[in-house]
């Protein structure tokens, strides 16, 4: 089992930046991908970004590309999400979610359904 804590939301205005972190525990971190989705009001769950087990591969929705940055630090067990440019349609809660089969591809999973675990979310509001 594997428990993910996000950190780091937060009130920003508009241009302004936020880094958040989930921490993670288990032993196995290094073998899982990471990913960041986010949920706002009334809207569906999507993808942000994710990263795979190493490190070296990092995908991104198209509306945060060249914005956010996903990057992780294995011996921290620890993955970030810098967020800079803000907009206010980037408000909302932003979890963190890991698939354990992530060692098995060389790109990360982009999909909710294929993550298994899942943070309480951090909620990050972009003011105008």
């Known amino acids: 089992q594997v428990q993910l804590v996000e950190s780091g939301g937060g009130l920003v205005q508009a241009g302004g930046s936020l880094r958040l972190s989930c921490a993670a525990s288990?032993?196995?971190?290094?073998?899982?991908?990471m990913g960041w989705f986010r949920q706002a009001p009334g809207k569906e769950r999507e993808f942000v970004a994710a990263?795979?087990?190493?490190?070296?591969?990092?995908y991104y929705a198209d509306s945060v590309k060249d914005r956010f940055t996903i990057s992780r630090d294995n011996a921290k067990n620890t993955v970030y999400l810098q967020m800079d440019s803000l907009k206010p349609e980037d408000t909302a809660v932003y979890y963190c979610a890991a698939d354990e089969l992530g060692s098995l591809w060389a790109v990360p999973a982009t999909s909710a359904p294929d993550y298994d675990y899942w943070g309480q979310g951090t909620q990050v509001t972009v003011s105008s």
């Open positions: 990263i795979n087990w190493s490190g070296t591969r990092t």
């Open positions: 288990g032993r196995t971190f290094s073998s899982y991908g």
